[in-house]
């Protein structure tokens, strides 16, 4: 049964059957029932009663098992995580280890390319020599590090007043 179809029995059997006292009575009649038709009422009560539980805790056995699988899911998670994290120290001081050992020089070989590339970032060591033609102005004044490259590099490793280009070893693997 279905609980709409235990909850309908259910108000019928309460909807027609009163209790007056100790005993049963039909509302409709006002007749008092028989100790057997009474009976018969009770175990009907009873059973949809107990179906009505039954389908509760079944319900709730399957929260139950929900519980257990969300629980397990958020344990894998969290393995899974701890797992990532330490594959990723690991391949970053591997990374680092390579390129120490490498120190600039690429690697060719049939499985792996390993290059090297000098990009060069602006270190800005004095805003405010900076011309304000190379400077952005926002709530706090800082140079503009894209347009002072550009300068330098445009005029032959020229110079701009209060900032210089540094050159850093950067390494891809493909």
Known sequence: MKFYE????????LTRYAYMDTEMV???TGEVLE?????????????????????????????????AEIKAFKEEEDKLKKNRETL????????KFLQSELNGEKLVSPRVKVTFSRPAKVDVTDIKAIPDD????KTTEE????????AILANGEGTV??????????MSIK
């Open 88 to 95: 990723s120290n690991k391949r970053e001081n591997v990374f």
């Open 6 to 13: 235990i909850n309908k029995a259910l108000d019928e059997i």
């Open 35 to 67: 100790e057997d038709a009474a009976n018969e009422v009770m175990a009907s009560l009873a059973q949809l009663q107990m179906a009505k539980e039954e389908k509760y805790e079944n319900i709730a056995c399957w929260i139950k098992g929900m519980d």
């Open 161 to 170: 007043p209060g900032a210089r280009l540094v050159y850093s070893l950067s």
């Open 26 to 28: 039909d509302t409709e």
């Open 143 to 150: 140079a503009d590090k894209n347009m002072i490259r550009k």
């Open 134 to 137: 190379y400077k952005r102005i």
